[in-house]
Every structure is written in C-alpha cells, then in structure tokens.
C-alpha cells in the first residue's frame, strides 16, 4: 500500500506508526514516499498514485463530486492552524498582503476570517508554497499576518508576533486540521488494510500520551531546524486525535466556503464522504495493550 503524508505536526500519529514500526507490526507492506512539494499529498491522492494518506480536512469537501471520491475514515491531528500577524495587531484591524496556502484548511480558515471580519476590500491574499517561505515572509515585514500551523505557531508567538485566530473563534471549540482519506474504490476493495493502519495510528497515539518526549525524538528527524522544546510545545496545541467521532459536524460546516473557493457547486455534502467503518473495527480490536509502552527504537 502506498501512503502519502503532509509534513506538518498533525501527521504525528501516522510518522509515529510509521518510524516505530508499528504499521508493519499489524502487519501492512507500506511505502511512504518523500514529499515532493507543499501541494504533493493532494495531488498523489487525486491521481491514485497514493492508495491512504493524511491531508487537509477539507480536501474531500473540495473534491466530493468526483467519480472515485476521497472518504475520510480517521482523525489525525486537533486544531493547530492560526493566523499570525505583525505585533500588535488584531483580526479585525488587519490589512495589507496575507500569505496562505491554496487547496488547505488554512485558506478556508483566512476565508472564513475575511467574511467574519469584512476584510475583503482590505487584504491581499498570496499564495505561498511552503511554511518555511511563509514564516520567513512574516518575519522579513513583507506580509501583514500568514496562517500557519504547529511547531511554527509556537516558533512565531515566542518571537513576538500576534495570535490573531487559532480556528477557535471561527469554528469552535474542537475541529481536526489534517484527517486520513483514502479513495473510496481503495476503501470498499481493502477495508482490513485501511482498518490495520488506522489500528497502528490509534497504537502511537496511545504511546505519544505515555511517553510524549520519546514519541517526539522518534519523529524528530521530520523536524529538523525545531527544538525538543518547540516540538513539546506544538503537540500541545495540536493533539493527535485519530478517532474522529463527534467531529462530523466540524467538517461539514466548512462546505459552503470549500465549496465557493474550489469553484464547485454547493448544494449538500454527498452521503458516505466520511466513513468510519474502519475506525470502528479498529477501536474494537482487542490488543490495543500489544502497543510497547515507550519508545526503545525506530525503524
């Protein structure tokens, strides 16, 4: 099975699976190829060169009408998007260029922010293709505010800058950033597969709560210009959370702006666009306690 990936801290459960082994431990032959760009994780999942991966929620929102659409059938990550702004500003009194990211939650959480504030004849939205090159823009002075996610929140509110959404505001208390989707032809033809990766998923969620430093140090090398400490700090702003229960309506009400912006119709979101039959029978799986209790090597 082929996995794909983003390289943000709410794919933490799956590099965690990944790294520890604990994927081949429920005994799935994966291959997780390297990112090859910002944009590479949607584009091998429109194009079925990947079969499951982690992505931005609101990609399947965007692409729900195509013939073999994405299903989301597990959680990821928990918040940990915000948009970040110049010292002393405020939301509502922002203007100026905005950096974002085109076909993410980031954008929809701009959006979203634009309408709520009536920002629109006041900002300047730019796309960028990395969060590095948005970071680094902020810092120059060359963009009023960028939305980001975690570590490089952490990083960009202990260097100063304003917090001027964490999502919270707009979405409410509880919203997943990244999700795992896999084509809907790949779900219904290999549903232990599917069940087997979210099973490692829920695996190294369980020991990112027991042992957080070792889970961390296992995927370090993910994150190589941030700190143990910056990392500690991201995962407590974005906690993994695989069982995405509860979350439905999170989702589905960021479908009209997903909608708008990927220029599709609106209408209603199809039936069967989140799936959790996989996730069910992982969460009754009864060996969950065969997970090791700390991390003692990678693979």
Do not use: K
Request: glycine letters at 12%; aromatic letters at 4%; a negative charge.
């Amino acid at each position: 099975m082929i996995l794909t990936h983003g390289g943000a801290l709410s794919n933490l459960p799956l590099f965690l699976a990944l790294d520890a082994g604990l994927v081949a431990a429920r005994g799935v032959d994966v291959t997780a190829p390297p990112l090859a760009g910002f944009g590479s994780t949607a584009s091998r999942l429109r194009d079925g060169t990947a079969d499951l991966g982690t992505t931005g929620f609101t990609q399947p929102l965007a692409d729900a009408d195509d013939a073999d659409p994405l299903v989301i059938v597990a959680g990821s990550g928990l918040r940990g998007m915000a948009i970040v702004g110049r010292p002393g500003t405020a939301l509502d009194g922002l203007s100026g260029p905005v950096g974002t990211f085109a076909d993410d939650p980031m954008q929809v959480l701009l959006a979203d922010a634009v309408a709520r504030y009536g920002l629109a004849d006041r900002v300047e939205v730019r796309f960028l293709s990395s969060l590095a090159e948005a970071a680094g823009a902020l810092v120059a002075g060359t963009l009023a505010a960028v939305t980001t996610v975690e570590p490089w929140i952490g990083r960009l509110l202990g260097q100063g800058f304003a917090l001027l959404s964490d999502g919270t505001d707009l979405w409410g208390r509880d919203y997943p950033d990244t999700v795992l989707v896999g084509r809907r032809s790949t779900v219904a033809a290999r549903p232990e597969a599917v069940t087997a990766v979210i099973a490692a998923m829920l695996d190294a969620e369980a020991l990112i709560a027991r042992d957080p430093d070792g889970a961390l140090a296992a995927v370090a090398h993910r994150f190589p210009t941030f700190s143990p400490a910056e990392l500690r700090a991201g995962l407590a702003g974005q906690p993994p959370r695989v069982d995405l229960g509860g979350l439905e309506a999170a989702v589905f009400g960021r479908w009209p702006t997903v909608r708008r912006l990927a220029g599709r119709a609106d209408g209603s979101p199809p039936p069967g666009l989140i799936d959790l039959t996989c996730l069910a029978a992982a969460l009754r799986r009864a060996d969950r306690a065969s997970a090791p209790e700390r991390i003692s090597h990678v693979h």
